[in-house]
């Protein structure tokens, strides 16, 4: 995929003038007159001379900076605006959709969820019956996955203004997370046509197709979002994901490469396209791209995961068992629940160190999850026959080993 930019040709040589002759003075002064008084409003209307940007000029560069894909800058001009008037529902609008749609923009964003239902939550209770907050309420409500509150909130919005289109796009998403499929895309086709809200229309809508199974249509409506925003990386990871179940790899690759243009160093559209060249069995560029997620990203466990397992799969164990060794480590020091943790990175790591012998770390690898398993929201099993690990002495182990179970 090439990018293709147009550039100015715009010349920084001084050129000489010549003088003339026949201008007269009142002329000249009369120019230069028109020049100071237009030099003067555009200062007075662009420059603040240190202090803040006035509230209109913030929100309008929030909303130009959500349309330019530019979603920190657009964090931060509705935060100043809203910060100069707390009761501007238009930069509270701004400022929650720019923070849920950067937490769908790269792998460490998902906070910027509860920030925006924080956000969204303090004005509702300010102005519980503003049917504008209470539309931008339940959108960050179904964010986070609350979508009975959500809907009950959207509803609520629609009783004061039914031609809230946020409102009604919210309330699709609700729906939609809370299985009423048909409901959600009957919502979302109401909205998918309004000036206003058409882009998130179009992406609901896409969002219910692919519910439903139709992810033909779903393709069709998310790239009809993508024509009314195309910098909008979120939007290019749902097209990638409605390109793979219907087995577009091409697409879904090009998706992927389309966020790498808008932003080089995203670590969530390698780790996809580490996934996806894992899938078409392509197994060095899976490993180019995982080793660049490590690299970019070395506090993410997913990465280490995703390396491991495809070095396990190249035969190369003794990288699998370090990469899955640095992915069950990252999961214990970062408080992730035992429920919650890849179980894999124990159990591949602990059959990387058995082929290769290392009953030292085969057993403390064990012994760790046997301690973890103790957790009841712990569903995987993985036990030995009371001998131990085949070649292993069993006298290293914790506990009695109970008899060998199917692993699942």
Not at 224 to 241: D, G, K, Q, V
Request: proline share 4%.
């Amino acid at each position: 995929m090439r990018l293709h930019r147009e550039q100015s040709r715009l010349s920084f040589r001084r050129q000489r003038r010549r003088r003339s002759t026949g201008l007269s003075t009142i002329v000249v002064l009369g120019v230069l007159v028109g020049i100071v008084v237009v030099s003067w409003n555009w200062i007075g209307q662009h420059l603040t001379f240190g202090s803040a940007v006035v509230k209109d000029d913030a929100l309008g560069m929030a909303q130009a900076a959500f349309e330019q894909g530019k979603l920190d800058d657009a964090v931060r001009y509705a935060q100043q605006a809203l910060t100069q008037d707390s009761t501007d529902s238009d930069a509270l609008i701004v400022l929650a959709r720019a923070l849920i749609y950067r937490s769908y923009s790269d792998y460490d964003r998902a906070i910027d969820r509860d920030s925006a239902l924080e956000l969204t939550t303090e004005a509702f209770g300010r102005f519980p019956n503003d049917p504008k907050v209470m539309a931008i309420q339940a959108y960050a409500l179904q964010a986070v996955g609350k979508v009975a509150e959500s809907a009950k909130t959207a509803e609520n919005a629609l009783r004061l203004d039914p031609n809230n289109g946020l409102a009604r796009v919210a309330l699709a998403l609700a729906y939609g997370g809370a299985g009423s499929f048909e409901i959600a895309l009957r919502e979302s086709q109401q909205v998918a046509e309004l000036n206003e809200w058409r882009l998130e229309g179009q992406r609901a809508m896409a969002i219910s197709y692919g519910d439903l199974g139709d992810y033909k249509q779903a393709i069709e409506s998310v790239e009809r979002a993508i024509s009314l925003n195309r910098f909008l990386t979120p939007l290019y990871f749902e097209r990638a994901l409605y390109a793979m179940q219907i087995g577009d790899a091409d697409a879904a690759t090009a998706a992927y490469f389309q966020v790498l243009t808008y932003n080089p160093d995203n670590v969530k559209a390698r780790l996809r396209l580490c996934e996806l060249s894992s899938l078409l069995r392509e197994r060095d560029a899976a490993v180019k791209y995982c080793q660049e997620v490590t690299e970019r990203a070395p506090s993410f466990s997913d990465g280490w995961y995703q390396l491991g397992m495809e070095y396990f799969l190249q035969g190369n164990f003794k990288a699998a068992q370090d990469s899955l060794h640095r992915c069950s480590s990252l999961q214990v020091m970062q408080n992730v629940p035992p429920g919650q943790r890849k179980f894999e990175c124990w159990y591949v790591q602990g059959q990387a160190a058995e082929i290769l012998g290392d009953c030292p770390n085969l057993i403390a690898t064990y012994n760790e999850f046997r301690a973890m398993a103790k957790d009841a929201s712990v569903q995987q099993t993985w036990t030995y026959p009371p001998e131990g690990p085949p070649g292993c002495s069993a006298g290293s182990l914790q506990a009695t080993i109970v008899p060998a179970t199917p692993v699942t």
